[in-house]
């Protein structure tokens, strides 16, 4: 069975750090981009960040840049989200996917073929 697994969110304060964690099952990063986006209430889900299994290539989400980084650990098929420097503009729920599709960099989010079931991030002012 394919799993997608998020865990490490929680309740911090602004200007705090949180890491979140992907880790899957079932399948291994091998080919695949695996990206962070996120859902606050009442918006729509939008990516934060991406990673390329195959050479390491990241992208992030103007809002995020210079505070979040993405990393993979193929050996434990893992992806993390450090974020630092969080700000209330942050709370939502984070998912993370993965997404075969080698034609763009970042996928958009419907070439994701994967999605886990999220961890909720809050950030207090």
């Known amino acids: 069975e394919v799993q997608l697994v998020e865990s490490g969110g929680g309740l911090v304060q602004a200007g705090g750090s949180l890491r979140l964690s992907c880790a899957a099952s079932?399948?291994?990063?091998?080919?695949?981009?695996i990206g962070w986006f996120r859902q606050a209430p009442g918006k729509e889900r939008e990516g934060v960040s991406c990673?390329?299994?195959?050479?390491?290539?990241?992208h992030y989400a103007d809002s995020v840049k210079g505070r979040f980084t993405i990393s993979i650990d193929n050996a434990k098929n893992t992806v993390y989200l450090q974020m630092n420097s969080l700000k209330p503009e942050d709370t939502a729920v984070y998912y993370c996917?993965?997404?075969?599709?080698?034609?763009?960099?970042?996928?958009?989010?419907?070439?994701?073929?994967?999605w886990g079931q999220g961890t909720q991030v809050t950030v207090s002012s």
């Open positions: 996917a993965a997404s075969s599709s080698r034609w763009l960099f970042p996928p958009p989010k419907y070439e994701y073929d994967y």
């Open positions: 079932g399948f291994t990063f091998d080919d695949y981009a």
């Open positions: 990673i390329s299994s195959n050479d390491g290539s990241t």
